[in-house]
């Protein structure tokens, strides 16, 4: 394959005379199930193989994208993406340059305890109406429950124009599941995902029965949950919300390609932006985590980054275009969905460092405020403002947790929330998600419970 | 390179179905796919990057007593390939549960011809000609104010088209192109960074209008700029369809999704004939409407796309059915199978979710309201309740009017509450309709919304 990708890129620098090409290609299977309460909807599975091809010629990017591996077809890809680079490159006022990279020869093997290609599609199937049904059982009350569950195996290949040559197994087990119930009028709803990049060994560790209880357990707690009341308020946020904020609030600023859109970070690299409590990292090395791959889609090899230490912003995540631009380490967090797509700067495995503080401890001094433990989405937006949206909550009165409220979310300019993070746990916790940016990313998140101060809660009372 | 032919998609289909039945499928439907897409794109301030996307490929879905199985690829120039596929797909069948209430693949209708849903020009769309276009765009945003930095954009055409058939006789084949330009700004001053703002054209037909693009995304940036709070309170909101598609897509479209009725996670079930919203309301599901982005003439099953009442003058009409749907009431699909390509199996889905537009322009609405909110973009509107229908997003920004005039704009406004109470208090529809994704729709006016101001 890779002698193939190789003379493909060759085509791209002699004969259009482009200063870089990349050839990735990808030969992958999927296996999907849904469940709709115990009925299987579809039993589906797929093959997708294909190439993206990605030229920089003049300092303008061109890119195809074809679902073939003939060579034919390939160089006519190519020799299309020369041509289009070299006519948007035309009206260039700063051509694009590329951070140097490593040269890597590399063979990625990947190997899981229990490998899902292994695992018969009647298995996957028991394992999914497990879950099922055990949440559909919890109580009556409960109506109806989703089961999506996807794996995805196979290999990815990169070559480009400088020598790297990497051939990359790719291995994902994905499962999201939603719960709704209904009682007296009232309507809730529930959802959790799991995500691994080790192996289908993620249903021993979360055990289809404990993922079916929990899901139903909050549709049920929430039914009896009332509205909140709107306004500022300090807040105890679960590890699995501070693992949202971290990504949405701050995570996204901290993409370079944003920094340069005109995101807040851009003018405070080195300043202080928080408490003395926040450290954040992004991290593609945990091994197992849904985010966790070794090298990324420009060939760059995957790293710790630290973002903010301390407060301070330490740094910014990179792929080879924007690292140039500021003269900063690459990164490796250029990665694509799939063939069909160009690498883009992504999050992996972003995560606040825990501290010294107990949940007691950090909820014994709110008087009046909200533990929010659990989040459904988040969003954020370029000028700092971020929206964390709320699926399990609860009222603290007096330094007690207290009874749940429903469908609240929290929002903020991050710079001025970072600095109200006044106590932060001892304790911490990753969750798999994913990341939509145009394109889909298997990422995690988390970190610590924490305390902040202050943020606006919005609730319809 | 070139498209597939009519002949050669329905071959392709019809093929499968038939291979399939011979090696043991009692039903069995196929679906091949195809879209080319070429894309000039413009990243930090400068027309930087290009791309070309061909992406082509057949699901096949069988059934064998009861149990349905699905597989696909994207490897069609190879009768081994679609072989292999068909016995993947049966296997997946034989693996998984009987349902019983599988009632069968849908039955041949005759299709609509359309109207303004394809065009050569998109198809024949050379570079060049793009590049020039997305720069007279980038120049009219420059020219606006020396504030406005343009994030990125830019423009393209692509082609689609989508062969069906299915062993109850369905073939079916039909294109379409669609052309796309948009721009995404915001504005700096001092330390002063404003929200992102964003307009766009899409038409079915080489219809874009890059100089009004640029133009209102510089504009919207320009009018963030200033900033003042407003207070927390419940209150007056105009919903321009950006913010009116994002809330409905996660919430009213759960609702009358029958799958969703027939699963009790629709607060709508049993209220068929019952007044559900303000009597200004009138939707229709209309995936006939001419040169609409999601007009087709049949949906992910083969069934033809119609026109479905959905809400008239506030009471609810019917619901949306694919077939499997459809047939456990009786009762008839409304052509309403999305499909994400070959990539998926059908789920009901919108065709163009259009809200009849009343008369006023949008000037007109402006100016009669005293003291209100006009919102353009929301953010975490994903973060809806889906079932209940409760949001809580926020405003990013708002724009404050006050006597009848935009004052100012504010950041971080929150706005709380239920879309099916927001229904009930729509006071006026707009005449200013435009297509936003799925939904078609004026501004809307409603009343008594909570804000949270800061």
Known sequence: MNDLLTKINNVATQKFGAQYAEARAQKMYKTMLTLKEERVEAAKQGIENGVALRVLVNGAWGFASVGSLDRDILEGAVSDACRMAKMASSRLKTPIKLAKAKVVTDRVESKPKKNPVRIQMKEKIKTALTVNKTSLAFDKRVKSCTVDYLDLTGTSYFVNSEGTSIEQDKLYVWARITAS??????FTHS???IGSTAGYEIFDEQTPEDIGEKVAKRAIEQLSAKSLKGGKFPVVLGPSVVGVFVHEAFGHLAEADLALSGGVLAGNLGKKVGSDLVTFYDDGTIEGSFGAFKYDDEGVQTQRTLLIKDGEVAGLMHNRETAQKFSAELTGNARAEDFRVEP????????????????EELVEKVKQGYYLKSFRGGQANLDGTFQVGIQEGYEIVNGEVGAPVRDA?????????????DAVGKDFLLDA?????GQTAFVCDGGPHIRVKEVVVGGST | MAVLKEDLMVSLAENAVNQALKKGASEAEAYVYEGQAT??????????????????GLGIRVVASKTLGFAYTNVIDDPNAIESVIVRALNAAKASKPDPEWKGLPEKKPYASLEKTFDDKVVELESEELVNVASTMLNAAGQVDRRVFPIEGGIGGAYISNGIANSNGISGFDKGTIMECSMATLAKEGNAVTPVCFEFNASRSYEVDPVWVGKEAAKLAVSALKTKSVETKSTTLILTQFALQDLLAYTLINAVRADNVQRNQSPFKGKIGEKVASENLTIYDDGLFPGGLRTWAFDGEGVPHQKTAVIEKGVLCSFLYDSYSAKKEGKQSTGNAGRAGYLSTPSIDTTNFHVSPGDRTSDEMISEVDDGLIIYYLQGAHSSNPVSGEFSVVATPAWKIKKGEIIHSSRGVMLAGNIFEVLKNVSLVGGNERQIGQLISPWIQVENVRVIGK
């Open chain 1, 181 to 186: 119930a209904q009682s007296e009028g009232v």
């Open chain 1, 191 to 193: 959802r959790e995902e």
């Open chain 1, 344 to 359: 883009i700067i992504r999050m992996r495995c972003t995560y606040m460092e825990p501290r010294d503080q107990s949940f």
């Open chain 1, 409 to 421: 979310s929290i929002s903020g300019n991050t710079l001025e929330t970072l600095h109200k993070v």
């Open chain 1, 433 to 437: 998600g994913r990341c939509g940016k």
């Open chain 2, 39 to 56: 894309n000039i794109g413009i990243e930090l301030g400068q027309i930087s990057k290009t791309n070309r996307i061909i992406d082509r």
